[in-house]
Nanobody, 117 residues
Framework: VQLVESGGGLVQAGASLRLSCTTS????????VAWYRQSPGKQREWVAS???????RYAESVNGRFTISRDNAKNAVVLQMNSLKPEDTALYYCNDPPGSVSNVFSRGQGTQVTVSQ
């Protein structure tokens, strides 16, 4: 199932952004999904996950600032990012959660988030 990410942009430190991960199918209520990010020269970093049951988990680096949620009516998983820091700058994309054996999703192009000082 193809995923499409959107919502990135260039913001100043302290600002907020809302990323969306969408698909044409009503599938997020049956399959968990995760947000990841990657910066040039760095390894992929898991950011947050939401399970099919709606349980969320966060990386320590974003806990308390980011919120992952699901909008079943829009076939979307949203990542609300508050209090952004320059170190949050990365290409963000969604995909199967870490450790998933089902590999339900195909990631999209991602959406770039750039946070300036």
């Amino acid at each position: 199932v193809q995923l499409v990410e959107s919502g990135g942009g260039l913001v100043q430190a302290g600002a907020s952004l809302r990323l969306s991960c969408t698909t044409s199918r009503n599938i997020f209520s049956r399959n968990g999904v995760a947000w990841y990010r990657q910066s040039p020269g760095k390894q992929r970093e898991w950011v947050a996950s939401i399970s099919s049951a709606g349980r969320s988990r966060y990386a320590e680096s974003v806990n308390g600032r980011f919120t992952i949620s699901r909008d079943n009516a829009k076939n979307a998983v949203v990542l609300q990012m508050n209090s952004l820091k320059p170190e949050d700058t990365a290409l963000y994309y969604c995909n199967d959660p870490p450790g998933s054996v089902s590999n339900v999703f195909s990631r999209g192009q991602g959406t770039q988030v750039t946070v300036s000082q």
